[in-house]
């Protein structure tokens, strides 16, 4: 049905999912239900909104065809007895046990969506959560092999990560050593290596956002991370990093560790908020002035005499972004420390387990 719909927009030219509605619909077979017809249509929506804009980039982009089956409903089935029930046609249903575990998960909640593909049911659920107001921040900060947090009650935590950048290194070993030319296999046989270096590093990563989560919750503190568009600018050809600091860098998924936080975080009613990621490293976490580099990962600021851990010193910058930063903090503060002004600097003072800043 997708195909089919991806056909009519092509035809017609329409993309908007009203046309596309108006046009396919009738086109459709009427044996399959009207809410899987309409599910095919807003699907089939998504896949040309992105087949146009690749095609504006490049005029010979492929036209577009859905291979994986799927099938995504928000209508017509319930949960009931251990059962989940789908209709098929009109008063003609499937039934999917669920089990004790997916049941106890689902309970008290709004069941919003069934997804069905040949080897899983995903069901998605709501919730309607408050924001917490946050009494402080955790900063979030990651690096080559680990990702610290750093929290305004001067709590500082490492995790170890550096088994997710080894599993994704092993990986890369082996797709390099594959030669033969044939782009089907090769394709077919990434696709399940990617799987299998998923179902790895993914537990370590869950792992992690878990933990972050929850201290944050309990503390009720806000979590603050570095935007991520453009993180990727830094470790790229040309920066003369090498290739393969690069690749380590680019290769462990930070940026599904943020998606993670961020959905356990809203699931928790605990604040996100991003900061750009300028400076942070550099910077001295206690005056503000603008470090060296010392030995051992470690950080020497001239105008203060500390000597900063790294790590420990970007995520501190980080959660203190939070506060600078935060929609109910003091206006302007942020643009004094984007100008910096040669003759007022800003200043971050750490005190009785409390980030204060002075200009
Ligand atoms: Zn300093």
Known sequence: MVNVCITVGIEENASSLKTLSLKSYHRLSRDILGYYRLGAISVATGILRNYRKAERKNPRTRVPFARKLMLTTCYGFKIQNNLLRLPV????????????????????FDVR??????????????????????????GIDRNLDNVTTASTDETVRRFDLSKATEIKADYRVVKSRF???????????????????????????????KN???????????????????????????????????????????????RQIEYK?????????????????KRCSICGYKTLEST??????????????????AARNIAAGGLRFSPNGPPGEAMVEEREPKNSTLILKVDGGKLSQQT
């Open 89 to 108: 046609k009109p008063r003609h249903y499937v039934y999917v046990k669920l089990n004790s575990h997916t049941l106890r998960a689902l309970s008290g």
């Open 113 to 138: 969506s069934v997804t069905l593909t040949p080897v899983s049911i995903s069901i998605s659920y709501s919730r309607e959560t408050v924001e917490i107001k946050p009494e402080g921040y955790v």
């Open 179 to 209: 030669n033969r030319n044939d782009a089907r296999i090769r394709t077919r046989v990434f696709s399940k290596f990617g799987e299998k270096q998923r179902n790895r590093v993914q537990p370590l990563l869950h792992k992690v956002s």
């Open 212 to 258: 972050i989560v929850a201290e944050a919750k309990t503390k009720q503190y806000g979590i603050v991370m570095e935007k991520l568009t453009g993180i990727r600018r830094l470790y790229r050809t040309g920066n003369f990093q090498g290739r393969n600091y690069r690749a380590r860098m680019n290769s462990w998924s930070y940026g599904e560790l943020q």
């Open 265 to 281: 975080a809203r699931w928790e009613g605990v604040r996100v908020t991003y900061v750009p990621p300028r400076n942070t490293s």
């Open 296 to 313: 051992h990962r470690r950080l020497w600021c001239p105008k203060c005499g500390t000597i900063l851990d790294r790590d420990e010193n």
